[in-house]
């Protein structure tokens, strides 16, 4: 899809061995932590850390981490603009599950306004939706999977494994995952509360492999095959 070429544009550089320190006064969120790369997700409700799992979903956390650090160019779905800046940083969650999962990356506020970019199916590793606290790539009606939007849960939810990317753990601010999740909704599950995402920022513990580039990615096209009617039906 051409959006998807603009939106990647010549190929996002690859992602550097050291990151930026933590802020100051939060250096405790990375105490005692595993090698790895982590996202540090900063909310009006807290901050939540997020340990990636690239050896098990490697292009969602490449669109995820790119998209967040402003290494990879995006379509401004309101403006029709191209940019080169952090995604998420601003971004309103714009459904919640109650108790179950917040949903993030739609600057439209209606889950269908994302950029349209994808990834692969992939997530398949020891990390499951079985349990909760998990960080997963949305998956829409016609089987694509979004290389933009994604959602946090806070309960096992064993039904999305195999069907989303599982790309991430949240290992510390469960209770601001928890909070988000119990906020006030309307029908739609839109929060009536406006929870923001400040900003998105990757950063590594120890000396991990770089992170996988994000590669540009079209979803195979579903052949629309006609219902067969029931006897007696007209089409």
């Known amino acids: 899809m051409v959006l998807a070429a603009l939106a990647l544009g010549s190929g996002a550089a690859e992602a550097p061995r050291v990151s930026p320190p933590p802020p100051e006064g939060e250096a405790y969120l990375f105490a005692s932590l595993p090698e790895g790369w982590y996202a540090r997700i900063e909310t009006s409700k807290g901050t939540i850390l997020a340990r990636l799992l690239p050896d098990q979903a490697p292009q969602s956390v490449a669109h995820f981490a790119a998209l967040a650090e402003g290494r990879m160019g995006w379509i401004d779905p309101l403006t029709g603009e191209r940019k080169a800046q952090p995604y998420y940083d601003g971004l309103l969650v714009h459904k919640v599950a109650f108790g179950k999962r917040f949903e993030v990356g739609d600057p439209t506020g209606t889950g ?71 906020v006030r909704t309307n029908s739609a599950g839109q929060p009536l509360e406006q929870i923001r995402v400040e900003q998105i920022r990757i950063h590594s513990v120890g000396d991990p492999p770089p992170l996988p580039e994000p590669r540009p990615y079209e979803p195979p096209v579903r052949e629309l095959r006609p219902r067969k009617p029931a006897s007696g039906q007209r089409l």
Do not use: K, N
């Not at 020891?126 to 949305?138: Q, S, V, Y």
């Not at 510390?172 to 928890?178: A, I, S, W």
């Open 112 to 182: 269908r306004g994302a950029p349209l970019i994808y990834v692969p199916p992939e997530g398949a590793g020891p990390l499951t939706f079985d349990r909760a606290w998990r960080l997963g790539m949305t998956r829409s009606g016609l089987g694509r999977i979004s290389g933009v939007l994604f959602f946090v849960t806070a309960v096992g939810e064993p039904y999305l494994t195999g069907r989303h990317p599982c790309f991430g753990e949240v290992v510390r601010g469960r209770d601001v995952v928890q909070a988000i999740c119990e």
